[in-house]
């Protein structure tokens, strides 16, 4: 069974940073098409950023370009968001996703229709 599991979501101020970790669980990531994405309340979820298997492609959502930073360590089987500057509009559930890269047929977009599984989420508050 695929599994991602969210942590590091939490309160912080306007301005404060948060770092996120989704760590597979019972399989290696190595292989896998990552993306970070969010949900507000009564909103759509929306992408964030995503990263390829290497990690030498990376693309972000224009509201958290320059402030957001994905990374991964396959070693350590996880994928991180570094969030800096915080924005109390930036506060929502975010997730991770993944999709096996040797199953696109396209070039991916970051778009939730890319993945196929998703983990169960962390919030973030961000609240003075």
């Known amino acids: 069974q695929l599994q991602l599991v969210e942590s590091g979501g939490g309160l912080v101020q306007p301005g404060g940073s948060l770092r996120l970790s989704c760590a597979a669980s019972?399989?290696?990531?190595?292989?896998?098409?990552v993306g970070w994405f969010r949900q507000a309340p009564g909103k759509e979820r929306e992408g964030v950023s995503c990263i390829n298997s290497s990690g030498g492609s990376t693309n972000y959502a224009d509201s958290v370009k320059g402030r957001f930073t994905i990374s991964r360590d396959n070693a350590k089987n996880t994928v991180y968001l570094q969030m800096n500057s915080l924005k109390p509009e930036d506060a929502a559930v975010y997730y991770c996703?993944?999709?096996?890269?040797?199953?696109?047929?396209?070039?991916?977009?970051?778009?939730?229709?890319?993945?196929?599984?998703w983990g169960q989420g962390t919030q973030v508050t961000v609240s003075s």
């Open positions: 019972g399989f290696t990531l190595d292989y896998y098409y």
């Open positions: 996703a993944g999709v096996g890269e040797w199953s696109l047929t396209v070039q991916p977009t970051c778009a939730v229709s890319d993945f196929d599984f």
